[in-house]
């Protein structure tokens, strides 16, 4: 993504992809109508788009026809459950259905740090992988592998850093 000329990538869902996140969206703190609001202003970024496929790719300004040859590959590597282009797991390889798509833009940025180093639980002193104690070295916040798990938690990380800080101080 950060080779594209504008850095953008996009986001296409089906239906029942849409519902999915959507309710992941509301989960991490969007209101349903500031995710109305994304879709009723295209012109604004982010881009949110619903409709047919030529719709979603007007609105994003993103040549139809590509778009459809994208979504044919893919179509097609789901059939197969073999992904050629991105060696894709097979599990995740899920046929769109239906005719109505969601298209949301998105930007490059940086999160969080999931996974990170391992600790001695009590004590957070950096471990190695064969749990070996490095002396005198400690972690805190989210540097410490397992603690968001897979996903960022944003209200708990500044709670997290000062209460960990403390203990490996």
């Known amino acids: 993504m950060l080779q594209e000329p504008n850095r953008r990538a996009y986001l296409l869902m089906d239906q029942r992809t849409w519902e999915v996140v959507y309710q992941l969206l509301v989960l991490h703190d969007f209101s349903a109508s500031e995710i109305q609001a994304y879709f009723d202003h295209p012109d604004q970024r982010p881009i949110f788009a619903r409709g047919s496929l030529a719709t979603v790719a007007q609105i994003a300004r993103i040549p ?29 390889l899920q046929a769109y259905q239906g005719d109505t798509y969601y298209l949301m833009e998105q930007g490059d940025r940086f999160a969080t740090t999931l996974g990170g180093y391992f600790i001695d639980p009590q004590h957070l002193n950096l471990q190695t992988k064969d749990q070996t104690l490095i002396p005198n070295y400690f972690g805190a916040g989210e540097i410490i592998g397992g603690v968001n798990g897979n996903d960022s938690m944003p209200s708990m990380i500044n709670t997290w850093a000062i209460a960990s800080a403390y203990v490996a101080g």
């Not at 893919?74 to 459950?81: E, G, I, L, S």
């Open 64 to 92: 139809a026809g590509q778009l459809q040859t994208t979504l044919t590959n893919y179509q097609n590597y789901a059939a197969q459950k073999n992904d050629p282009e991105f060696h894709r797991d097979p599990q995740y």
